[in-house]
């Protein structure tokens, strides 16, 4: 097979987004694939029949939108939105479907909730007028609260929006609620007989400063009555109707901070709640394991009988666990989970492995549906376990293709975003890359990291402090275990907090030739007032603040030490990034600059936070080129 090359990354199909049909025979999902020349990523729509085991598309338009199945367990989809009306599309025999309905709104969900009524939730169309107007107000922003922008949406332009009640036989739209800006609310779930919605209410104070709890309410669809039932008490990662209950998965954030994980919660119609995880239950809810080859949404939640189903992240595992009434938890998936539907009496989901992209599998038989291999020789990831700061941590080393155990070899060590996030060995298209281009790749989940509870993902106060020590703690384990690391040309390199880690690195250590800051956190106290998280993320990871306590966040600021930097390093950001902004990566640039360090810059415009895992194809491809070129100059001598 072929080495993997930069560019293959254009070639992988991302399968994402599954649902089922009511007769649970036809599953519906996404594919996605990357346009170079477009510089765009081309999605269409796909079913699967479990039955006959045909694969087969539905939409043919490059473009992807909403979907749901109907009564008859047919695809109904989002075809085309015109200046009067959305169109749908249902697909019902041969051929690529037609026009089933069209609705006056600008539709964003659509869900079937029996016979030929659907839940709509849509804005209103604009008018000629409006659209003018917002063209000629294009030269300014007004912004009057806070978050003021968040990444990968711009800035915020608070907009009302509506839940309807839409049968599709009669043609016919009902309002159910408008839910205005000024309300902040948003929909969370319906209940089986649709007489019930549960919806969360946003906190702000009276200055428009978002707070980070918020109001679970239950909305009577037939009176317009709102419930309130929990007031300020969690932040929620989601809120199910479950049998003549409510369950909802949530956390107070008073033991871990912002990043904490959550417990499972059930209550009643009237707001009564009680805990039904264990005490010591400690998972993190979702896959947080990073790749770059995955693209599109996924499940983490769903509810069936009398369970909730959800993703976690355990230790470098995303698995399916599922929780009763009653606090009994059964673990139905063990590993590689990206997304799942709920049969009658089985699971499908999506599962990436060490060489494989997503593919749809069977629970019950463990069999593949639609395989996704990758298309390029998988290089084997090489693992080790060591102990560091008091907890076990496992190493992972990926050799070069034809591995000589005589030879030395340039080093990278890879550092993931987050820091509740983590690396595994499923596939990553960046890494495998490097490994096929003559470099061992050497990567661990220091303290921060997720998927080992929240003592260990809790490091507030403490970035650069015991997670560098981690670092570097592996990085003399792996040149130990490995001699062939080739000590005087080493790189190290990340995005986000993997930039973060990086600037802070090059601050404290000349023992790597070469660099790569992406996306990355320099100054707190300037973090604070720019990135869309900023002005809670930074005082309560840094624990500290620039009022009271301004030496403790200058102290963990890679800019603090900034002068000490020998490091040739690269930057790469992007203009709307909103999470790191670019102000963060060009404040380390121009600092190094003036020390007399080689350093180089590249600004991607147009492009946000997640340029290496869903920017323009363009983009990602100029990204891997920018860093290749820089690590074999210096790692290399290129």
Not at 163 to 177: G, T, V
Not at 249 to 264: H, P
Not at 389 to 397: A, E, P, Q, R, S
Not at 510 to 525: G, P, V
Request: proline share 2%.
């Amino acid at each position: 097979m072929k080495d993997t090359k930069l560019r293959d990354i254009l070639d992988y199909e991302f399968l994402s987004c599954l649902d089922i049909s009511n007769d649970y025979r036809k599953i519906s999902y996404k594919k996605t694939k990357g346009d170079y020349k477009e510089n765009r990523y081309d999605s269409n729509l796909w079913i699967y029949d479990t039955k006959t085991c045909e694969n087969y598309q539905i939409t043919d338009d490059n473009k992807a939108q909403i979907s749901a199945f109907n009564k008859d367990s047919n695809l109904v989809y989002k075809k085309e939105s015109t200046d009067e009306a959305d169109i749908f599309y249902v697909k019902d025999g041969t051929g690529l479907g037609h026009e089933y309905f069209s609705i006056d709104k600008d539709v964003e969900m659509i869900k079937h909730l029996g016979d030929d009524l659907f839940l709509v939730k849509a804005k209103d169309k604009k008018s000629k007028e409006d659209k003018e107007k917002d063209k000629e107000n294009s030269y300014f922003k007004e912004i009057d609260k806070l978050p003021f922008y968040l990444n990968g949406l711009g800035f915020i332009k608070d907009e009302d929006s509506a839940l309807y009640f839409y049968d599709a036989s009669k043609d016919r739209l009902e309002l159910i609620k408008n839910l205005k800006a000024e309300d902040k609310l948003s929909f969370v779930d319906i209940n089986e007989d649709s007489s019930k919605i549960l919806l969360l209410r946003g906190n702000y104070t009276d200055n428009s400063v978002m707070k980070l709890k918020e109001d679970l309410l239950l909305l009577d669809t037939k009176s317009g009555e709102i419930t309130l039932l929990i007031e300020n008490k969690f932040s929620y990662y989601t809120a199910r109707f479950i049998k003549d209950r409510i369950i909802f998965v949530a956390t107070d954030m008073e033991k871990g901070g912002v990043n904490e994980d959550c417990f499972i919660y059930s209550a009643d119609f009237e707001g009564k709640y009680e805990k039904i995880s264990p005490d010591d239950f400690d998972m993190a809810f979702g896959n947080s394991i990073g790749t770059d080859a995955r693209f599109g949404s996924s499940k983490t939640f769903d509810v069936k009988g009398d369970r909730l189903y959800f993703v976690v992240t355990d230790y470098e595992n995303s698995k399916l666990l599922s929780i009763s009434l009653d606090g009994d938890i059964r673990e139905e998936i063990s590993e590689g989970v990206e997304d799942f539907v709920l049969a009658d009496d089985d699971i499908y989901y999506l599962a990436m492995g060490v060489d494989t992209l997503s593919e749809l599998k069977r629970k019950s038989t463990g069999e593949t549906l639609i395989k996704n291999k990758v298309p390029s020789e998988v290089l084997p990831i090489e693992t080790f376990d060591f102990v560091s700061n008091g907890d076990d941590l496992t190493g992972y080393v990926l050799l070069p293709k034809d591995f000589d155990e005589k030879k030395k070899y340039p080093a990278l060590l890879s550092v993931h975003g987050g820091p509740k996030t983590e690396f595994s060995d499923i596939f990553h298209h960046e890494h495998q890359m490097f490994a096929s281009a003559g470099y061992i790749v050497i990567y661990t989940n220091p303290h921060g990291s997720s998927g080992r509870g929240v003592k260990f993902s809790d490091i507030r106060g403490r970035y650069g402090d015991i997670d560098y020590d981690d670092l570097m703690t592996f990085t003399d384990l792996a040149i130990e275990k490995y001699p062939q690391i080739d000590t005087e040309k080493m790189g190290v390199y990340g995005g986000s907090y993997g930039g973060f880690m990086t600037n802070w690195t090059i601050g404290h250590t000349d023992r790597f030739a070469a660099a790569c800051a992406q996306r990355s956190i320099s100054n707190w106290t300037s973090f604070y007032g720019v990135s869309d998280i900023g002005y809670y993320f930074a005082p309560d990871q840094t624990a500290s603040d620039m009022w009271d306590n301004l030496d403790k966040m200058w102290d963990q600021s890679p800019i603090k030490y900034a002068p000490n930097v020998t490091t040739p390093t690269l930057f790469i950001h992007s203009d709307e990034d909103y999470r790191c902004p670019l102000e963060q990566g060009l404040q380390m640039y121009t600092r190094i600059k003036e020390n007399g360090t080689d350093t180089k810059m590249y600004i991607f415009h147009g492009e946000n936070h997640e340029l290496s895992r869903s920017g323009k194809p363009k983009g990602r491809i100029k990204r891997l080129e920018a860093i290749k070129e820089w690590f074999d100059k210096y790692l290399k001598d290129e």
